[in-house]
């Protein structure tokens, strides 16, 4: 079995008993992100639009520690505490990713962790 698991200070901590994000073979499984400042570890202030650009920059680091980018991201779960901020968050996924964009689903949950608005999980396809 071919199983790495990646984790990168440029990300937060995972907040339970999981990684970051796991490689298997050509596939990389990041973990849904919160919107929690790396430095500081606390969730960063603000709305869902500064929530969403927080857990989508988590995601990156992850994407980047593992040797990719957001092009190689196949599909996406977006879950929100609240589907009204469907079109805020839109907007920011929309400037991270711009073309081609990856598979998706978005859900609206009853409650995350750490009452945060937005997490976002992705798979990725790794060239290796
Ligand atoms: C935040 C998470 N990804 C979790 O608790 O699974």
Request: aromatic share 6%; hydrophobic share 50%; charged share 20%.
């Amino acid at each position: 079995m071919h199983k790495k698991v990646i984790h990168t200070h440029d990300a937060p901590a995972a907040i339970g008993p999981y990684s970051q994000a796991i490689a298997a073979h050509n596939l990389l499984f990041i973990s849904g992100q919160l919107p929690v400042d790396p430095g500081t570890g606390e969730v960063v202030a603000g709305g869902a639009k500064e929530q969403a650009l927080q857990s989508l920059a988590n995601l990156q680091a992850i994407l980047k520690a593992s040797g990719t980018d957001v092009h190689a991201v196949v599909k996406t779960t977006v879950f929100l505490k609240d589907l009204a901020d469907f079109q805020i968050v839109n907007e920011v996924y929309a400037g991270v990713f711009t073309k081609d964009y990856p598979a998706r689903a978005c859900v609206q949950v009853a409650k995350l962790p750490k009452d945060v608005l937005v997490e976002v999980e992705a798979i990725a396809i790794l060239e290796n």
